[in-house]
């Protein structure tokens, strides 16, 4: 039987490709910045995850290796990303229970007591990336993209970034609507899981999908839409990670992953586009995420009980 190729494109952090080989489909994924040796320190922890219970129709899906492609068998096969932006196609009851879903699906994993020996040294590719773009010569479309930024924005980028190796707790380490396959009608959700987890705080997942609603609810504005939709698709996914686990996220740990996650977009649309027109639009609303962070330090946020 022949396989068809239903989409195939790169990126600057991915080369993919979604194939329907009947009666299923399978995405074959190549992260650029991860490191061969990483999918050995990750097999434990990637072992484990078929031993996590996500709840009713929502499966975590682990990868297999052909040389550095992971493979991902699939039973849905629409990226959820594409059914909120860029036009929004879930709504009202229909999107509160996927967010809230998803939210409920990460507080399993984070509270599945997964292990985390062998992740010591391993890093998300995306944080990999990161600290690359951080240190990017001025001269790179990421180096053009820090040239926006004051000094002060990027130092506290770069001691954010280093707070994130702290933690006990099994993560993603990429958590976000691209990561999510569902069916059309969002009755079947499949998380991909297992090229990029690291040993974190929870907050790292949590910010990760959190600053891709922010950067999608900022997006609608400048297009002169409504961005409230996104806004309520975060607190869904919030409520459902907060019923599973019974504890608020620390806010300002959320905040700061929130600015890191939209720093990466900025320099990964710039270095995929080569050109910083993206980047340039959105450089003060990169600012404000990096500035609130301090606005909101003068409130104690710890985590704690869900009130």
């Known amino acids: ?25 399978r995405l074959a994924r190549r992260t650029n910045e991860s490191r061969v040796e990483d999918v050995e320190h990750r097999a434990d922890a990637r072992a484990h995850l078929a031993s996590v219970e996500l709840g009713p129709a929502v499966r975590l899906v682990a990868p297999t290796y052909t040389g550095d492609e992971a493979e991902y068998p699939l039973l849905a096969c629409e990226v959820l990303a594409s059914q909120l932006w860029p036009e929004l196609r879930q709504v009202g009851r229909s999107l509160e229970r996927a967010m809230t879903s998803l939210g409920a699906a990460l507080g399993r994993l984070h509270t599945s007591a997964g292990p985390t020996e062998g992740l ?15 240190d990017a010569a001025p001269g790179t479309w990421a180096g053009q993209v820090v040239a926006q930024l ?11 970034l280093g707070d994130l190796d702290r933690g006990d707790t099994l993560c993603h380490g990429g958590f976000s609507l691209g990561s999510v396959f569902v069916d059309q009608d969002v009755t079947r959700i499949e998380i991909l899981a297992g090229d990029e987890l690291m040993r974190s705080t929870p907050e790292l997942d949590l910010g990760w999908m959190l600053g891709e609603l922010t950067e999608i609810e900022f997006q609608a504005g400048l297009r002169g839409g409504n961005g409230l939709a996104y806004a309520g698709a975060a ?29 990466l977009q900025a320099c990964d649309v710039a270095e995929t586009t080569r050109s910083i027109n993206a980047a340039e639009r959105g450089t003060l609303f990169l600012t404000y995420l990096v500035e609130r962070v301090a606005i909101l330090d003068a409130v104690a946020s710890p985590r704690g009980a869900a009130a």
């Open 1 to 25: 039987m022949c396989a068809d190729i239903a989409w195939d494109y790169g990126t600057r952090a991915w080369q993919q490709r979604l194939v329907y080989d009947g009666p299923q489909w």
């Open 120 to 134: 010591e040294r391993v890093v998300s590719p995306h944080l990999l990336r990161l600290r690359a773009h951080l």
């Open 235 to 263: 607190e869904w996914f919030l409520e459902g990670w907060t019923s599973v686990t019974g504890v608020a996220p620390d806010r300002h740990q959320l905040d700061r992953v929130i600015a890191l996650r939209n720093f």
């Open 150 to 160: 004051a000094p002060s924005v990027v130092g506290s980028l770069r001691r954010w």
